[in-house]
């Protein structure tokens, strides 16, 4: 988008400066006022032409071939390239569109349990879990603070807290959705969320080649100790850009949202 933007703004800079070239020069070698000069300008550069004034001397009507020869071009030039801008941010707008439901769809198969599991074994968490139940009555700021701070935050679990087997059974029963979600093609399109992916689905690899896990020894258990908290930090990052972004757009899916928040621990999904 940026490149269309940067594209627009050269054009009109050159199309601005033909229609001061050409009103100052029609001005001067035809004897018009601004006005008529800046009038003339614009009707030779949209070649409309209507007749009413027209070069009487030579200068004039060069000036006037130039303008028709460099005008025009940098006129269309300034219209599609606005066209082409309104019309891919339409299309990028559709396709975060897409990307969001992909999003939602992975919180609702595996990354709000997830949450669940690894919050509940933060020995810290309650530096954050105020900050994290989030309301109707959340603004963009209140997104913007609780980001900043959670990008500062030292994310830690205590693995034996963790039943490894449970987590690698339900891992491994959500492998294909991960798949799925990560052939799809959207979500090159966002970073933050194919790094999440990659990351949770690299933990459901190293846990589905451990057949023992009880006989693991420190030094396996600390090496999943971090898969799961580079899992976790991502978790939590994507999980408040998430409820932001249901805020603005789907206030259905926020309440529900927010009374399934897996940093609530008196989280209840019934309406009260």
Known sequence: MNHFRLR??????????????????????ERLSLVDAFYFTIVTISTVGYGDIYPL????KILAVILLITG????????????EMILTRR????????????????FSEVGTNLLLTFSRVDPQI????????????????DFLTVSKNLKNYNYSVLIHNIDLESLRSFLLGKRDSLLRLLENPAILEH?????????????TEELSYRFDIKALPDTDINHLSGDIK?????????????????????PYLFSLAMRINPFDENANPVVK
């Open 230 to 250: 580079r899992a976790y930090k991502l978790l939590v990052l994507q999980w408040l850009n998430y409820m932001r972004y249901l805020k603005d757009n789907y």
């Open 126 to 141: 309650k530096a954050i879990q105020k900050e994290l139940l989030i309301t109707g009555n959340f603004d963009e700021k």
């Open 191 to 203: 970073e933050s969320f194919t790094d999440l992916l990659r990351a949770v689905f690299h933990l």
């Open 72 to 83: 025009v071009g940098t006129f269309l030039g300034v219209i599609a390239n606005g066209t």
């Open 8 to 29: 627009l703004q050269v054009f009109l800079v050159i199309f601005s400066g033909i229609i001061v070239f050409g009103t100052l020069g029609f001005a001067s070698v």
């Open 91 to 106: 299309e990028m707008k559709a396709r975060l569109e897409k990307l969001n439901m992909v999003i939602g769809t992975f």
């Open 57 to 60: 001397t030579s200068l004039g």
